[in-house]
């Protein structure tokens, strides 16, 4: 299409959850909740990592980490999100919502090597527990991290190289609370099949093979312990359900959002608000409440504070 024949789309409109002003005042206070509750539950953890030498190992490295993604996410999305359901605006301008979805994908990029890491990290301290602080030692953490960062990047600027010189033209709503690629493509003023193809590749057939890898890397662990004693498997079971579920909770919604054929609006809407709400308050809830580690490091901070 000619520049001349259409007006470029300068901002876009968040259809969000409801127009029905109750359900939105509930959304609103509800939202608000669950935001204060990520940011006191993550910023215990790291706090707790950073200022108790108990914790200084890999393990707990690789989990203030994931914690810190896991905060700057939901920062990204739900302030807005709030601030739309409070005044009633919900628009973003375009350059705000192209740097919404590259932070996003730089974010969801890093923690998807993060997790690898962490799988890596209870594998090696399972299965080869004497090689433990020779294969996971601080600048393999470090090389980890930056590694992370570094493919969040790569994998960020891949996928808005395809799609950011697409024409727009109207309509510019995003049935939505924030931007991400499935819609923001999907408003293009041109034939998108192969730009949705290009995308679908990169996130959701990604996720897809990395969620399958992780699974079977934890199958792998199971097996591994169930060999040696039959008595340790409930011990690995019960330390590698939390990694599980972290794993399921992050690669669940991402896969279904990018590859599911069908669409499915009020689903898509449920799992964005599970990715950015939800599983950034079950991390910690997960790594805090189901470890003695956490949990006595916890008690000596507060009793040194207090």
Same mark, same amino acid.
């Not at 097996?223 to 008595?231: C, E, L, P, Q, Y």
């Given at each position: ?53 108990? @914790? ?12 810190? $993604? ?36 730089? @974010? ?32 393999? /953490? ?36 924030? /931007? ?30 990395? @969620? ?68 950034? $308050? ?25």
């Amino acid at each position: 299409m000619n520049k001349a024949n259409y007006s470029e789309v300068s901002q876009f409109v968040f259809l969000g959850f409801s127009t029905n002003g109750p359900v939105q005042h509930f959304l609103l206070a509800f939202s608000t909740m669950l935001y204060v509750t990520i940011i006191l539950g993550n910023l215990l953890v790291m706090f707790t990592v950073t200022f108790d030498p108990h @914790l200084h190992s890999p393990m707990y490295f690789l989990l203030a980490n994931l914690s810190f $993604i896991d905060l700057c996410l939901s920062t990204l999305t739900v302030p807005k999100m709030i601030s739309d359901l409070y005044s009633g605006h919900k628009t973003i301008s375009f350059k705000g919502c192209v740097t919404q979805i590259f932070i996003l994908h730089i @974010l969801g990029g890093s923690e998807m090597v993060l997790l690898i890491a962490t799988a890596l990290d209870r594998y090696v301290a399972i299965c080869q527990p004497l090689h433990y602080l020779t294969v996971m030692s601080p600048k393999v /953490c470090v090389l980890f991290l930056s590694g992370a960062w570094i493919v969040g990047l790569i994998h960020s600027v891949a996928q808005l190289a395809f799609v950011v010189h697409l024409p727009f033209c109207g309509p510019n709503e995003i049935d939505s609370f924030y /931007c991400d690629l499935p819609w923001f493509i999907k408003l293009a003023c041109t034939d998108t099949y192969r730009m949705e193809f290009l995308v679908t590749a990169n996130s959701g057939f990604i996720s897809m093979v990395t @969620l399958f890898l992780l699974i079977i890397s934890y199958v792998f662990i199971l097996a591994t312990v169930w060999k040696r004693s039959s008595g340790g498997l409930a011990k690995a079971l019960s330390t590698l359900s939390a990694h599980i579920t972290v794993v399921v909770l992050f690669f669940g919604p991402c896969i279904f959002i990018y590859m599911w054929p069908f669409p499915t609006v009020p689903v898509d809407k449920f799992l964005a608000f599970l990715d950015v709400m939800i599983t950034p $308050i079950l991390n910690p809830i997960i790594y805090t409440l189901r470890n003695k580690d956490m949990k006595m490091a916890m008690r000596r901070l507060s009793i040194t504070i207090l």
